[in-house]
């Protein structure tokens, strides 16, 4: 038989205010365990909550940017359970009325386009974390996530393939770092993501049962965690089994789900409306002041690099994939003054390239966009060949100054003086009379072996173009 | 000096006809005298007498304010930066608090003394102050009765003398029911006049916080500083606050009282009807008119009440699981048995009766039959106190069905317990301001006390019946026996 999967995504997405969403802590990644929890955090017999309107900002930016209406009331909600990093008993989060409604994305698989829906976004806390390697025998508790914002992002169950899922968690994470609303570091938990995966045969009206798989926190892991799951149910069902609703939790070392919690043991979450927290209101006004704070979307930008640029679908995709990078290009362009192809070639090339290799982002690149621009400056007047310009960009990467000071400190710069050229042609064809002999008489794929030896005896540097046509004249001469 | 007024005692300390430390000193050996009421949680004398020396010298320079040195009793149940706070309960007999709430903040920046954490039903949870943790508080009008509840310890000391003025906090009728059954004024102000910040919460969207004392003149200065909007409780309301002692004079003539004849039909003692008769002729006389309303959603107030109180208070209290502060159980196998026998141990059985309640009510499958219908029925409330002002400006009535009742008469039956707050109740439900004054005594020589209940933010209105009432009536001068 053949089987489809359904796959739904709830994504959560670590808003980037400076302060909780709930107190005034500081949210800061990476401090010492419990010195940025204050009283509220904590939860001490008394405290409240008072919202921060900066991650409701947040979140109607988003809101916006997927085209979704927003709610002018939304209803803050609390959801109840016991556990020791959530000290209240209950988290704040949105229940019956999120402040983000229904929205889309398109994502773009091998080159088909596909809408995903996304049902809704709502505004919650995060919780702590419980450390239990180093305490032996205890459990410690550290609260300074305890209050960050968080936006989830649930999806409809759109998706019918592991790539196709991937392909939207790619652009819903894209999508938060453009709008500078979450750092969209997923090794530090801060980009976290939950698949509602199901079969059913093809053809099939009716969804199946889903598992809710956990605690895949990485785009390979998404993928992993889905083709195992699907082969898992469609396994179970064809051996005569049921799949039962539960939460699995997937295991990277093993690349396995394991059960976590059946549908029977799922939690009540006794939602209620939070007493202490008025509903969350969105006026008008508030809507079109975010709106102007909306910078340009990925999908509008690689569009118009296409257009403006005359890229190929590809590198402008490659170009876009961050704003920073799409940035550093465009002030590339203005800059250098360059022809947009040459400058997406270095830029798509060279820079990708070490970045990928040094493991570095655009903004911790030693190759700026003015050094680059210096670059392509000696490249257009001849000053250096295209090979010497990757000897002298490998440089600057390396912290030897820009191009000039490369290219003076190497002597790297090209040799166009005819006079010296000919001189080189002259004592390599007296070095070589044999070939000059075999060249002469009709063996013309020697003129490369010419070429070559000229090249070395310059280091490369002379100009290629008067090379040729300098040997050229002179061996047939 | 014990029966003076704080007008009277702020007016005494200001003279300098005595310092802040001498009546701190002379309160506190009171409350020594008289610990068999068990009025008092916690006494902290030098904290105490450290506050009264710094309040002197502010005197001294010229500097006080009306609260300036007066020694006023807390409610356990707000936070007070390194004070033992309990709320009355085992689960939190070690907490001492590490910040100040604001209602304590703005006493302590006024000068006042902190002159001990009352005792208080657990977790505010009780008619009767029986279900605290550290025993039960004695009336002092009849040592045999319970002084109310659940502010029943900041009653008890104010009525016995042992302090000026007490904090109370009020869900349902903590305020004025104790000040009804112990001759008190009882003010509950109307919700989001008070800050809720640090005040361990019972029922976030009933509970505020008001002044105990005995007249209400008292109430204003006590208001005058409580009141405001507080940045940091988002259900405290930002509307002016007025000098609550300016409108106290103003004349009654054509002030229109309220009567709801459901709150004088059956179940009210035919004593306690008799004293309020009076009190409302009293009224008249003054130059009110009367005319009768009727509030007819009252009967569903105690209903709707003991689901929306207890499914707030079952998720309020989850904090309380021994992980971070507070009484932790000492054995326990693994994390379900710590918080199990933590709580089980921790919490009394009035307080496991509402997380129970509270916790079944917003349970899936019990959400909109309970809490929903309950919400629906507290609109339903403030409707019929909406439509019901359109044709008074206070409403009268009792406070309370009955005078005080022996302690241990209704410990054992929790629903007669809650009608005790029959006619308090529904105006939490509603948000209004309520208030509770002397009006009289019953043949068994225990007070009565008459309820008024304002219209939104209208504290003032409250403040000036109150006050005129007690510039021709002297019930609220009376002193138990024994403690004069």
Redesign the interface.
Known sequence: MEWETVIGLEVHAQLLTKSKAFSGAATKYGAEPNTQAC?VD??????????NIEAARMAVKFGLAIGAAINHRSVFA?K?Y?Y?DL????QISQYELPIVAKGQLTIDVDGVEKVIGITRAHLEEDAGKSLHEDFHGM?G?DLNRAGTPLLEIVSEPDMRSSKEAVAYLKKVHELVRYLEICDGNMQEGSFRCDANVSVRPKGEKKFGTRAELKNINSFRFVEKAIEFEVERQIDLIEGGGKVVQETRLYDSDKDVTRSMRSKEEAM?Y???PD????PLVITEDFIRGVEKTLPELPDAKRARFMKDYGLTAYDAGVLTASRELADYYEQLVRESGSDPKIAANWVTGELAAFLNRDNKDISASPVTVGMITGLLKRLADNTISGKIAKEVFEAMWNGEGDADAVIAKKGLKQITDTGAIEKVIDEIIAKNPKQLEQYRAGKETLFGYFVGQVMKATQGKANPAQVNELLRKKLSA | MFDKTVAALSVALRRKEISSVELTRAFLERINKYKDLNAFITLEPERSLAQARAADARIAQGEAGALTGIPIAQKDIFCADGWLTTCGSKILSNFVAPYDATTIEKFNKAGAVCLGKTNMDEFAMGSSNETSYYGVVKNPWNTAVVPGGSSGGSAAAVAARLAPAATGTDTGGSIRQPASLTNLTGLKPSYGRVSRYGMIAFASSLDQGGPMVRTAEDAALMLNVMAGFDPRDSTSVDEPVPDYTKSLNNDLKGLRIGLPKEYFSKGLSSEVAKVIETAIAEYKKLGAQVVEISLPNSQLAIPCYYVLAPAEASSNLSRFDGARYGYRAKDYTDLLDMYCKTRAEGFGAEVKRRIMIGTYALSAGYYDAYYLKAQKLRRLIAEDFRRAFESCDVIMGPTTPTTAFKIGEKSDDPVAMYLSDIYTISVNLAGLPGMSIPAGFAPDGLPVGLQLIGQYFNESRLLNAAHCYQQVTDWHKRMPKGFD
Do not use: C, Q, S
Not at chain 1, 42 to 51: K, N, Q
């Open positions: 009283a904590i939860a001490l017999p008394g405290v409240l909550p008072v919202f609390r109840n016991f020791p000290p209240k008993g209950y459990t508790i009540d006794r939602y209620f007493p202490d927290l008025p």
